[in-house]
């Protein structure tokens, strides 16, 4: 729960109940923790306030349904979508799942979220999606939220294309979301930008043509090296801070795209003095929960996401070592 700036506890809650026909209880077996959930512990969420619990993905099984909801039954195992969507708003109809009128990103939020034994989730029927036989489910907790952000707010909002140049800054789950899916595109050239040797090591073996240190390497020296001068195609901010964004505009070049997947809780400065010449594009957004992966998570090397485990007990330790 949490408990304000740099506070998380592990407290007891009643087990929620059915608010609205179209709610439904999920039993959670697993989840995890976002980018966004550090940014609220951080306290750059202020719409969070203290008290809620934090988390929006997971994979559960159904413990109750509203009236309402007609594609999912108790004892269904779901994973739960990052984004609660009606899909029938005006919004929703135009794909914008994440600023849906009666939904949104209300999970760990606004309402209490899925770092918890049980979760209300509302809007069910378009906010939860059926688990297919024979997936690793730890796995597939990726994609409530880190591995779609990666893929539609980096690479199709970036313009990834066959024969493209992309560099990605930031190597943490997203980061490496976004090269993951990326390769699904076939880029000429993947290049991973970050401080952290074992994060580095883990996108070299994920498929990354050149991964980059710059703790201890001149990161845009290197990329004008291996793009002839020209700069990326497409440049990805995984990590949110001032530093690395003024760093990716530094990478891109003309008629290139900028996209930022960071979640920013200190000001940015975007330099249109130097980049209003270069026709490109930037696109800061948030995931609005695509499922295109959901069919074969495994395919795509979403296992290789996963490197500790921890039982729900030790939750608030998590954070202090994500």
């Known amino acids: 729960m949490y408990r304000g700036l740099n506070q998380i506890k592990l407290e007891d809650k009643p087990k929620p109940e059915i608010q609205d026909p179209t709610d439904a209880i999920?039993?959670?077996?697993?989840?995890?923790?976002?980018?966004?959930?550090?940014?609220?512990?951080?306290?750059?969420?202020?719409?969070?306030?203290?008290?809620?619990?934090?988390?929006?993905?997971?994979?559960?099984?159904?413990?109750?349904?509203?009236?309402?909801?007609?594609?999912?039954k108790p004892g269904d195992t779901v994973l739960i979508s990052c984004m609660s969507s009606c899909s029938s708003c005006k919004l929703c109809r135009r794909g914008m799942l994440s600023h849906c009128e009666k939904g949104g990103w209300v999970l760990g939020h606004t309402i209490d979220g899925t770092q918890a034994e049980y979760v209300r989730t509302p809007l069910a029927d378009s906010?939860?999606?059926?688990?297919?036989?024979?997936?690793?489910?730890?796995?597939?907790?990726?994609?409530?939220?880190?591995?779609?952000?990666?893929?539609?707010?980096?690479?199709?909002?970036?313009?990834?294309?066959?024969?493209?140049?992309?560099?990605?800054?930031?190597?943490?789950?997203?980061?490496?979301?976004?090269?993951?899916?990326?390769?699904?595109?076939?880029?000429?050239?993947?290049?991973?930008?970050?401080?952290?040797?074992?994060?580095?090591?883990?996108?070299?073996?994920?498929?990354?043509?050149?991964?980059?240190?710059?703790?201890?390497?001149?990161a845009e020296k290197i990329v004008m090296e291996l793009t002839n001068g020209v700069g990326c195609d497409t440049v990805m901010e995984a990590v949110g801070i001032p530093a690395t964004f003024e760093l990716c505009q530094n990478l891109v070049g003309f008629g290139s795209t900028l996209a930022n997947i960071g979640v920013h809780g200190k000001e940015a400065t975007l330099h249109i003095e130097k980049l209003w010449g270069y026709n490109m594009g930037t696109c800061p957004l948030i995931c609005d929960g695509s499922r295109e992966l959901i069919i074969r998570s495994d395919h795509y090397g979403v296992r290789e996401h996963y490197f500790h485990r921890y039982a729900h007990a030790h939750v608030p330790s998590w954070y202090f070592e994500a």
């Open 127 to 218: 906010s939860l999606h059926h688990v297919p036989e024979g997936i690793d489910e730890k796995a597939l907790v990726m994609l409530s939220d880190i591995v779609p952000t990666g893929y539609e707010v980096g690479v199709l909002a970036g313009k990834v294309r066959p024969g493209s140049t992309v560099a990605i800054v930031g190597a943490g789950p997203v980061g490496l979301s976004a090269l993951l899916t990326a390769k699904l595109l076939s880029p000429s050239l993947l290049i991973m930008i970050d401080k952290d040797p074992s994060r580095l090591d883990a996108a070299k073996a994920m498929g990354a043509d050149r991964v980059i240190d710059s703790s201890k390497e001149d």
């Open 26 to 72: 999920i039993k959670i077996k697993y989840t995890t923790i976002c980018g966004s959930d550090l940014h609220i512990l951080q306290g750059h969420v202020p719409t969070c306030k203290e008290g809620i619990t934090i988390g929006h993905e997971g994979v559960g099984t159904v413990d109750a349904v509203g009236d309402g909801v007609q594609a999912f």
